[in-house]
């Protein structure tokens, strides 16, 4: 922003009241705006001085201690017949549910004006929390941004301030003048013309007058002055009693976010529009004294965030012109405010590609936060979701009321989504979704309420695209018997796993053994594996070897993953890839109505892993009768009603556990005698046993 003192004096005197135009009125009106402006920026300081030691003031001023907030302490969950008896909290910020330390960290960085960075799954209240930002700023005197045109040099716009409002008011009052004086300059033409013509007329040479009026006609216009390019653009316009700004540059481009100057395709000739009235305001100038909110910081280009890191340092950003080949780029305004308070969200991997200064920035100036996915399910917290479900409809207003079986379903719903035992679901966004439909369903059939049927219509429709397409995989793959539900098979296992982020699918996993062909023996596992997956195949290599008592340096064990056109990621197939080896080694079948799932730990163990509800469920669409996942998974379970039926789920916590129930060999009880042998074994007993020789060495061993 530029000093007043270095203004050209015609730019000095734009501050005129409208219509006011007298030289003597003009010099009083600039001194009364200093001094306002000058009391505008004390104010604004004594604001943030008495926020810090006052509580924070909401939108409408009043002070949180005299403002009555609802509380979940008034949710009665006996008493609740309908979504409509929950009272709903008018702050946004106490509409947030689970995210308990987020909101702490904002309504601190709100009173000290603080940066704040957000990771976390999507979905989780992100964006609430920063419009919730925006209401719980301490007012301030907001500004009007001009830019006038500059008599020195057009490619140097000058930036001014005024108070909120004022912009509108000075933005008119030279416009109204120069209408005026085009106006009256338009007069002195059509004299001036109809005097030539008259008296061509007079002396009879009324061809040649009408030819030098047009003359002069034309060259009065093309030489006149254009009073319209001396008139000031409004660059952010800001309302005089409203709330601090809140601007959304998720996915803004650089011009979007930082400013721009038009193109001009007349650069010449008269025809030309004047540079300032090309300039166009950014997100970060107008979010001025106000929230600037970016989610998915990492897919900014390297060159925004280092711009954006600049205007964090210096309050203020000048507009020019963002592509090179444009005449736009050959202009640059003065410094424009854009003092904003940030908030940066993203997923986890936000943080690799963020600028390293852009995030040392926050750092130094603010907070990061981490949200969470998932909230403990206590009876608090239950008050909080119901909330939720009432608040969703309240905002929305077009679906009807939920009912308590509807109430009651959603709330089944979250505990599953979750997919962690004793917990409720925090992807708010996706469970807004299925509030939605089921309010949908409930309008379609003119109820006036929505009951736990139009939640089940609305869970069965409501489904995600990975679902659908799981569903239609299972489908194809029975048709084609890629997928077997029944009889037995050696080396062939159906393997469980997780597509998306709420779909299970059936993985079919076979194993072959042959002799090697090289010089030692090795594990080959096809399926486009992914590096933890790939892992996970090397930890099992060491279970075959312990499980099978065989020495595999002179065989070849094939590993294929059926139909993983997308690739496996993660490591709970371990389970199924150690069973069809071990199968295939031992020539013993695997019972094909058996599905499994679960990580495998290199002595053994059966390790936790996620997605257990969906891969069950999955498991019962296609027909397996028996399931197998890991103990600690037990409680993590949540599947719906109507598959409860359809499949046997058998919890284990050994490989030993795994194979006595899915191996089928012809002398069951000898087979797990020997495996439950072999697990005994030190590891010298077994070096001996696999060498045949008493104690000596194996090379290679």
Do not use: W
């Amino acid at each position: 922003m530029v000093n007043n003192d270095n203004k050209p004096e015609n730019i000095q005197n734009e501050t005129e009241k409208p219509g006011s135009l007298d030289s003597m009125d003009r010099e009083n009106q600039i001194h009364d705006r200093n001094a306002e402006i000058k009391e505008g920026i004390t104010e604004g300081q004594d604001v943030i001085s008495r926020a810090i030691s006052q509580p924070v003031e909401t939108a409408g001023g009043e002070d949180e201690s005299d403002k009555k907030h609802q509380t979940t302490d008034e949710i009665n969950l006996d008493n609740i017949e309908s979504s409509s008896d929950i009272p709903v909290p008018e702050r946004l910020v106490d509409q947030v549910i689970g995210q308990e330390h987020a909101v702490e960290v904002i309504k601190k960085a709100a009173i000290q004006r603080r940066h704040v960075m957000m990771i976390g799954t999507p979905g989780t209240g992100k964006s609430m929390l920063a419009k919730a930002m925006a209401e719980l700023l301490p007012k301030e005197d907001l500004q009007d941004i001009l830019v006038y045109p500059n008599s020195e040099d057009s490619n140097t716009p000058i930036i001014r301030t005024v108070k909120a409002g004022r912009g509108k008011e000075i933005v008119n009052a030279h416009k109204a003048e120069a209408r005026k004086r085009a106006q009256t300059r338009n007069t002195l033409i059509m004299v001036l013309i109809f005097g030539i013509v008259g008296y061509s007329i007079i002396i009879g040479a009324m061809l040649m007058g009408i030819i030098a009026a047009a003359f002069i006609f034309m060259a009065l216009q093309y030489s006149r002055p254009k009073d319209e390019m001396m008139v000031p653009k409004l660059l952010v316009s800001s309302e005089k009693d409203g709330n601090a700004p809140y601007i959304d540059g998720t996915g803004s481009h650089a011009g979007a976010l930082l400013g721009d100057v038009r193109h001009d395709p007349f650069q010449s000739g008269g025809l030309e529009t004047p540079a300032h009235d090309r300039v166009e305001a950014g997100g970060i100038h107008k979010a001025n004294k106000g929230v600037l909110f970016i989610d998915e910081i990492n897919t900014l280009t390297p060159h925004s965030q280092q711009n954006l890191l600049t205007a964090l340092q210096e309050g203020e950003f000048p507009i020019t012109g963002q592509s090179e080949r444009s005449s736009g780029a050959m202009v640059k305004t003065e410094p424009v405010p854009c003092r904003f308070v940030m908030i940066a969200a993203g997923n986890l991997d936000a943080m690799e590609g963020m600028h390293p200064a852009l995030r040392s920035r926050i750092r130094g100036y603010g907070y990061e936060v981490f949200m969470q996915d998932s909230m403990p399910d206590t009876p608090e917290n239950q008050k909080k979701f119901i909330r939720f479900i009432a608040q969703e409809i309240k905002n929305d207003g077009k679906i009807p009321p939920f009912d308590r079986g509807a109430i009651e379903e959603i709330m089944r719903e979250a505990r599953r989504r979750s997919n962690r035992k004793g917990h409720i679901t925090l992807k708010l966004r996706d469970m807004g979704g299925l509030i939605r439909v089921a309010g949908d369903m409930a309008r379609q059939d003119n109820a006036p309420v929505t009951t736990t049927d139009h939640v089940l219509k609305a869970k069965s429709i409501a489904r995600s695209v990975e679902d659908q397409i799981s569903d239609e995989y299972t489908k194809r793959s029975r048709d084609y018997e890629l997928t077997v539900v029944d009889g037995i098979k050696v080396g062939r296992v159906n393997g469980l796993a997780v597509v998306g982020q709420d779909s299970g699918q059936v993985l079919p996993i076979m194993a072959e053994a042959t002799p090697t062909q090289g010089a030692t023996g090795t594990i080959v596992a096809t399926g486009l594996l992914k590096e933890i997956a790939q892992e996970s195949i090397t930890n099992v290599s060491a279970i075959v070897k312990k499980f099978t008592g065989r020495d595999i340096r002179n065989m070849d064990v094939h590993i294929q993953f059926i139909g993983t056109y997308s690739g496996v990621e993660g490591d709970s197939a371990s389970v199924s890839v150690a069973t069809a080896v071990i199968s295939a080694i031992e020539g013993i079948p695997v019972r094909q109505d058996v599905a499994m799932t679960g990580s495998l730990s290199v002595r053994g163990n059966v390790l936790p892993i996620g997605g257990a509800t969906y891969k069950i469920e999955a498991a019962a669409k296609a027909g397996i009768k028996t399931v197998i996942i890991p103990h600690s998974n037990l409680d993590d379970v949540l599947i719906e009603e109507r598959y409860k039926d359809m499949v046997e789920i058998i919890p284990v916590s050994t490989i030993e556990e795994v194979l006595d129930v899915a191996l089928v060999p012809e002398r069951k009880e000898a087979f797990m005698e020997k495996i439950r042998n072999l697990a005994r074994m030190t590891p010298a007993e077994f070096l001996e046993k696999v060498s045949g020789t008493s104690g000596k060495k194996v090379p290679g061993a």
